[in-house]
């Protein structure tokens, strides 16, 4: 059986979850914001699978904290990756989420070390076309959730920017999540 602490830890954990999703009605929150809801998302899952889940952050600039971004768009990219990619796996899971920008953009890279995306749904999701693609139907793609991703991003910030799933790696599965960088004030919410 879990300690008290553990259970009263993850009811808090659950609780800042359905706080997010129930009371904040912004549609952009700080990175900040959105890496505290995954490290409650992270918690509970390492109750489940019994602390073999590691997560990293590695924030290029510290302002990068405050830059806003649409919400939920990280917790359901690692939802993925430990529901598909860590199935019946005995070995350390590894979640590892960095931030970095140039001029106009910030990138968000998530990495992690399960058994990968296969190139179909990999090829589908990068050239998807949110204004064409609009019926999942359409598209083919058992990737849902990647698409639902993709298309809320593109359909925010426009084609030039959303999800890259990188290819070529042997081990596990890399997005980068590509948005304009935004000056404070730019976005109402």
């Known amino acids: 059986m879990q300690s008290a602490y553990n259970i009263s830890a993850m009811v ?5 979850l359905i706080r997010a999703n129930q009371t904040v009605t912004a549609e952009w ?9 995954l490290d409650s998302y992270l918690y509970i899952q390492n109750i489940r699978f019994k602390g073999k889940i590691r997560s990293e952050w590695s924030i290029e600039d510290e302002s990068l904290l ?13 939802e993925n990756a ?4 860590f199935n019946d796996s005995f070995k350390e899971m590894l979640i590892a989420v960095t931030a970095a920008s140039d001029d106009s953009s910030v990138i968000l890279h998530i990495k992690d070390n399960g058994c990968g995306i296969s ?14 693609d609009m019926d999942d139907k359409n598209t083919g793609c058992n ?7 993709q298309k809320r ?8 920017y959303g999800i890259s799933i990188q290819k070529n790696f042997k081990d596990g599965t890399h997005i980068l999540i590509c948005i304009p960088k935004k000056q404070s004030g730019d976005m109402s919410n």
């Open 29 to 37: 929150i700080p990175l900040k914001q959105e890496l505290d809801l």
């Open 12 to 16: 808090d954990a659950l609780g800042k």
């Open 82 to 85: 430990i529901i598909h990619g």
């Open 119 to 132: 190139e179909e749904i990999i090829d589908k999701i990068n050239h998807l076309d949110p204004f064409i």
């Open 153 to 160: 991003l593109r359909l925010t910030y426009g084609n030039n």
């Open 66 to 78: 405050q830059q806003k971004i649409l919400k939920f768009t990280l917790q359901p990219l690692v």
């Open 143 to 149: 990737g849902i959730g990647l698409m639902n991703i």
